[in-house]
Nanobody, 125 residues
Framework: QVQLVESGGGSVQAGGSLRLSCAAS????????MGWFRQAPGKEREFVAV????????AYANSVTGRFTISRDNAKNTVHLQMNSLKPEDTAVYYC??????????????????WGQGTQVTVSS
């Protein structure tokens, strides 16, 4: 069974930074693409970033490009999301997830099979 546990969320003022972490267990972590998604109240879950397993290639939603950085440490079964220049519209619950297909940059939540419980990020103006 796969377990994903997010951490690092919190409350910050606009312009601040947070670093989210996702610890994985129960699967050969290094062989799967990993994604970050977020969901704000009353909104659908949306793609934030993805990192591939083989080369660590990355892709981002337009709304976070240039501000967020996804990275992974296969030796520690961990994926991170460094979030800088945070804006109030970044407020959401952030989730990490595994992509079993490993086929490019999947941005749809339905392409991901295992999810963490989420971590709250709140950005005040």
């Amino acid at each position: 069974q796969v377990q994903l546990v997010e951490s690092g969320g919190g409350s910050v003022q606009a312009g601040g930074s947070l670093r989210l972490s996702c610890a994985a267990s129960g699967r050969t972590f290094s062989r799967y693409n990993m994604g970050w998604f977020r969901q704000a109240p009353g909104k659908e879950r949306e793609f934030v970033a993805v990192i591939t397993w083989r080369y660590g290639s990355t892709a981002y939603a337009n709304s976070v490009t240039g501000r967020f950085t996804i990275s992974r440490d296969n030796a520690k079964n961990t994926v991170h999301l460094q979030m800088n220049s945070l804006k109030p519209e970044d407020t959401a619950v952030y989730y990490c997830a595994t992509d079993p297909s490993n086929s490019g940059y999947n941005t749809r939540p339905s392409n991901y099979d295992y999810w963490g419980q989420g971590t709250q990020v709140t950005v005040s103006s």
